[in-house]
């Protein structure tokens, strides 16, 4: 079975201040799929990274970076300079594939409540 | 170009009484999915379609959950009879391909209280 652990639960920094949030998985599959959402206070999921299995390399987008390292299962996301804005709860989420008929399994991690205090 | 579309936004309904969300998928996508998000349970995936065919109910709750797509372009989630316990928001997501490997776009969700 897949699962997902966002072990830090709330998170408060100071505007400006870098922060990194964990996410460590566990899968059986070789083939997967590595995501991060973010849910703001208004309530809507909005898709951040998409990563596969087969590729390790480190993404920066802006403000945002992304870690994943196979050898430690994990996918770690980082925002440099925080900002008020960034104050979210942010998911992680593990997708494989299981069974010939299409059907896959899409874990979401507990979450990851982070507050940018100005 | 318009995002996933879910009505209504907010449900409140006494226990026993049907309830009836909707949801409008991104044009061209051809995967959509139901969320619920609990305190307690966080997200959890109800159901998901793939050109309209069910692939995969396993995550709904029991037999007083359905889920229809009767065309592309539009799905349902009917709980009946309601129970208080059912109160959380509902996400209805889509994505293109088969969604395995696809980022989902969400829609805004409908918060369901059972009283």
């Known amino acids: 079975a897949q699962k997902v652990t966002q072990a830090q639960t709330e998170i408060s920094v100071v505007e400006k201040e870098d922060v990194t949030l964990d996410c460590v998985y566990e899968?059986?599959?070789?083939?997967?799929?590595l995501f991060w959402y973010k849910q703001p206070p208004s309530g809507e999921l909005v898709f951040l990274i998409r990563r596969n299995s087969f590729d390790e390399q480190n993404e920066i987008s802006g403000r945002y970076s992304w870690n994943f390292q196979k050898s430690t299962s994990s996918f770690n996301f980082t925002i440099t300079a925080s900002q008020v804005v960034d104050s979210a709860v942010y998911f992680c989420?593990?997708?494989?594939?299981?069974?010939?008929?299409?059907?896959?399994?899409?874990?979401f991690g507990k979450g990851t409540k982070l507050s940018v205090i100005p | 170009d318009a995002g996933v579309i879910q009505s209504p936004r907010h449900e409140v309904t006494e226990m026993g009484q049907e309830v009836t969300l909707r949801c409008k998928p991104i044009?061209?996508?051809?995967?959509l999915f139901w969320y619920r998000q609990t305190m307690m349970r966080g997200l959890e995936l109800l159901i998901y379609f793939n050109n309209n065919v069910p692939i995969d109910d396993s995550g709904m709750p029991e037999d007083r959950f359905s889920a229809k797509m009767p065309n592309a372009s539009f799905s349902t989630l009917k709980i009946q009879p309601s129970e208080p316990r059912d109160s959380a928001v509902y996400f209805c997501?889509?994505?293109?391909?088969?969604?395995?490997?696809?980022?989902?776009?969400f829609g805004p969700g409908t918060r369901l209280t059972v009283t």
């Open positions: 997501a889509s994505s293109t391909g088969t969604g395995y490997s696809y980022e989902q776009y």
């Open positions: 989420a593990l997708s494989e594939a299981y069974s010939g008929a299409g059907s896959y399994q899409l874990t």
């Open positions: 044009s061209g996508h051809n995967s």
């Open positions: 899968t059986r599959d070789t083939t997967y799929y």
